[in-house]
């Protein structure tokens, strides 16, 4: 199996894409070091009617930092529907940071992700931090939890729909691969089927789901999938029976001096 996410996203949206993330940077007063898309497009299971989760890395003048006062540090926008429905949200650089530390599985999701709109020199400090600092039990745990709260909401429901099916065996699969190899999954739903699910029965099974999420909108109905449930159930069991061991969160000076040399490179380009 092979999805090329970049395919469907032409020059014209990429242009107003652009187009909005420069209105935030003139309206909040910040430059956006990084953005991407995230989300079922960049998974690559998007739907017909699937929007566009433009999500952001931004830096404020360094003065906002020396505050004593706490100032919010995340930029949500909200949704303007037009023909095209964009949802941008961004956080600061320093939350970011701030993140890291834990490693926080949708930051290092956005800092690998296969769509990238916009990605300046600076924001190179954090990307190359994530190896280094890489947390798998935390990691398993974001994803295992993710998917378990999304098995809870489905299980006195007839019927689902496959967007939240998908959001669940990718997130299974996620643990799984992080159990296996203790690094960071890959974004793309198309390589972790062809490492686990390819060429098996459950395989063909989810092939075809993927086949109809692609030509239905994604709150359209569809009945409960006992032979899929049945699966994520097994492979939760069997990654909660094989946890990374726990490691110790790297050291914050690391973490600071990343977040200057990030602040300096900007304000020097300004």
Excluded at 104 to 111: A, H
Excluded at 167 to 191: D, G, N, Q, S, W
Excluded at 213 to 222: H, M, P
Aim: overall charge negative.
């Amino acid at each position: 199996m092979y999805i090329d996410v970049n395919k469907p996203i032409d020059s014209s949206l990429r242009q107003e894409i652009d187009r909005r993330l420069n209105l935030i940077e003139e309206t909040y007063s910040v430059k956006i070091i990084y953005a991407c898309e995230s989300g079922s497009r960049s998974w690559g299971f998007s739907s017909p009617d699937s929007d566009y989760d433009i999500r952001f890395l931004y830096v404020r003048p360094k003065e906002w930092y020396l505050s004593i006062f706490e100032e919010r540090d995340v930029i949500e926008p909200g949704i303007e529907e037009d023909n095209v429905v964009y949802d941008p949200s961004g956080w600061d650089i320093k939350k970011a940071f701030g993140l890291m530390r834990g490693c926080n599985g949708t930051l290092i999701e956005w800092l690998n992700a296969p769509i990238v709109y916009r990605s300046s020199e600076a924001i190179n400090h954090i990307i190359d931090l994530q190896h280094d600092v890489y947390l798998p039990r935390n990691a398993v745990y974001h994803y295992t939890a993710m998917a378990r709260r999304l098995l809870k909401d489905i299980a006195e429901k007839e019927e689902t729909n496959l967007k939240r099916y998908f959001y669940i065996l990718r997130a299974t699969l996620c643990a799984l691969f992080i159990t296996e190899k203790k690094e960071a999954p890959p974004v793309l739903f198309h390589e972790l089927f062809n490492q686990y699910l390819s060429g098996k029965d459950i395989g063909d099974h989810v092939e075809r789901l993927l086949e109809l999420k692609s030509e239905r909108n994604e709150k359209e109905g569809i009945d409960r999938q006992s032979e899929l449930e049945d699966y994520i159930h097994a492979t939760l069991t069997h990654i909660n029976a094989t946890l990374p061991e726990t490691v110790d969160k790297a050291d914050k000076h690391c973490f600071d001096q990343a977040f200057i040399k990030t602040l300096e490179e900007v304000q020097q380009t300004q």
